[in-house]
């Protein structure tokens, strides 16, 4: 697996797809820079997704709020998620 770069979008891909996407304009970037966008990501995501919560549901505090952003969060990476192919 690579971590290929162009512009803002960064991608985890494997190797031959990885070289393909370089010959069309994209770099190759380290891992840690596609890890913090995915984690920026999801910070971004719990926070709308608490935001969502507090506006539809009464406030219960603060821990009760989290949870249900975090359970909204994790359904929409479930929905998002991709099945992966077992065995060869």
Known sequence: MKCVKKDK?????ND?????LV???Y???????WKETLEKAY???VVLA???VNKNKKSKGKKSANAEAKKAVKETEMAD??????GS
């Open 9 to 13: 979008d960064i991608r985890r891909v």
């Open 16 to 20: 031959n797809r990885a070289a393909k």
């Open 23 to 25: 010959s069309d304009g």
């Open 27 to 33: 770099t190759y970037c380290p891992k840690h820079t």
């Open 43 to 45: 910070e971004e995501d």
């Open 50 to 52: 608490s935001k969502n």
């Open 81 to 86: 998620a991709v099945p992966v192919p077992v």
